[in-house]
């Protein structure tokens, strides 16, 4: 899994109602079996934690959900070793539900310090063999810093097996 996070915009943005947090994930899954597969559904379920508290919000919250992305009949590999790409974008608009602002401004201090960690969780996905279907759940950390790159690459091999 690669992901790319951009937080566009500063506090004073946030503040009047203009934060932004786009995510774009790239997941790859290698076909192990000599066998065609159908990469049926790809689902990804995305949180972070605020464990310090920031500006108005003192209190440390958790499980703040940023948003879900689900991709339907994503690829098809062919054959042994064969890889799917499949792009996925999670756009900031899944922040400007209740308490939008509250999510940006707690993600923008975890992000300005260094401390951002975008969680994976619940997420799957659905694999079909001929007329078998086969779902591999999944969940893991993807930590984020203020590097100037706005970028973490955290690929990692999912092979299905």
Request: charged share 25%.
């Amino acid at each position: 899994l690669d992901s790319k996070i951009d937080i566009v915009g500063q506090l004073l943005p946030a503040l009047i109602g203009d934060c932004n947090l786009d995510a774009d994930f790239t997941v790859y899954v290698r076909n192990p079996l000599p066998l065609d597969i159908t990469i049926a559904d790809v689902l990804l379920d995305a949180y972070f934690d605020d464990p310090d508290g920031a500006l108005f919000y003192s209190s440390s919250k958790q499980n703040i959900h940023i948003g879900s992305i689900e991709r339907r009949d994503a690829a098809v590999l062919r054959g042994f070793n064969d890889v799917a790409v499949v792009p996925m974008r999670l756009e900031g608009a899944a922040l400007r539900d209740q308490g939008w602002n509250e999510k940006c401004i707690r993600a923008l201090d975890e992000y300005l310090g260094d401390s951002l960690i975008v969680d994976i969780r619940n997420s799957r996905i659905a694999v079909r063999i001929a007329s078998f279907t086969v779902t591999v759940r999944f969940a893991l950390r993807v930590p984020l810093s203020d590097d100037g790159e706005d970028s973490v690459d955290c690929r990692r091999a999912m092979d299905l097996q």
